[in-house]
């Protein structure tokens, strides 16, 4: 029969932060066997080496003690919950005593009976990971920070640009051009002393994911892009970590809460991404300032139920929200036995690479591609060579600046139509910073046009070296 064992919070930290698992058994034994198998950790925490309980740990079928029943033999008959409950004796794990000023910060959270100042001191020993710090991460760092989670890791490469501040909050104009992970770090300790902000510049990758993760006790997604969502879904699978999921994309968001319980992974829901290019990103589809806030909102919230170990977790719910309609509708979504990570016979047991996973060829974009730094397109159109300079940027931006002599194909329509172009002439192509011009080089490329060029940094380089009069955006 199925059984729920339910796990104490000291030995949470075995369980993924798991508060109760179901298994099938007849026996307390087997149940207790049932969740050691799931959570080997757990194992030496209430057996011995002889295979019996540890002095220290008593449990309880419903409210009677097995000790006064059939010991471990126990059958678990009409049984509704086995219960351990181990001696707690405060010493290295006691939680953290708040100080009079996180006291008063904290007051709304303590005089909520189901956080009290428990709650709160576990908010306090919680170390959290957030991967990403774009439209979902702002929102995340934020709340977490200020509810007083007080480890918070933020993971990201990126620099801040003017077009992120319409919806990533925490930062301000005075951080463009500055590392995301750093800016972070420095306005979330502002918000908050009382907490260590770890931050890692750098993007997560196969690499760094394990040795990141293992050191948080869960994580959030906030990221943007499929190879990274697969990463941290699949580095939280094998580290036994619960992995919050949010997504958003135009007008729409999801969430839910991976890897929890008996509850599914991303690769039960998706186990495949879809091909690239299908799915647009949110640079290339935009996305309603406002609408990350209600998808982190929901993300921590479950993070700080999930740590306070109260309420009903998302795990087995996805939430679909839709900004234009203002819906919320809720569907199931269960573990795949089958799941090539969390089933019953995993065939992924370690990190793989995503990119390659996902289809993108990552280093192709960037490594073959040959660049022309502003001196050097400079040089060339001096000497008049006859070459086709091609800005790919939006009407909008090449109103407001573009460099003499250019032609403009928006990227948009190079990716779909790729219209023909001289062959016999060397093309280089520019946009604002170089990333969206690498794209329509590489596809210029794949078709065969063997003298292509990216202007390097873009008509924001350009302007720094070669023309400052032209205005900036
Ligand atoms: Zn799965």
Redesign the pocket.
Known sequence: MKIKVRIPSPLRRFTGHNNQVEVEAGTVNQALHRVVEKYPDLGKQIFDETDSLRNFVKVFLDQQDIGSLSGLETPLDKANEIRIVPAIAGGEDAPPRLTPSELSRYSRHIMLPEIGMEGQQKLKSARVLVVGAGGLGSPLCLYLAAAGVGTIGVVDHDLVEDSNLQRQVLFTVQDIGQSKAVCAAEHLQQLNPHIRIESFETALTSENALEIIRHFDLVIDGTDNFPTRYLVNDACVLLKKPNIYGSIFRFEGQATLFNHGDG??Y??MYPEPPPPGLVPSCAEGGVLGILPAMIASIQCTEAIKIIAGIGETLSGRLILYDALAMSFHEVAIR??PH?C???DNPTVTELVDYHQFCGINANAASDNIEELSPEQLKQRLDTQENLLLIDVRELYEREICAIDGSEHIPLGIILEDSPELAKNQPLVFYCKSGVRSAQACTRYEQLGYEAVFNLKGGILAWADVIDPELAKY
Do not use: A, H
């Open positions: 599914p992974c690769r039960c573990r795949d799941c990570l969390c089933g």
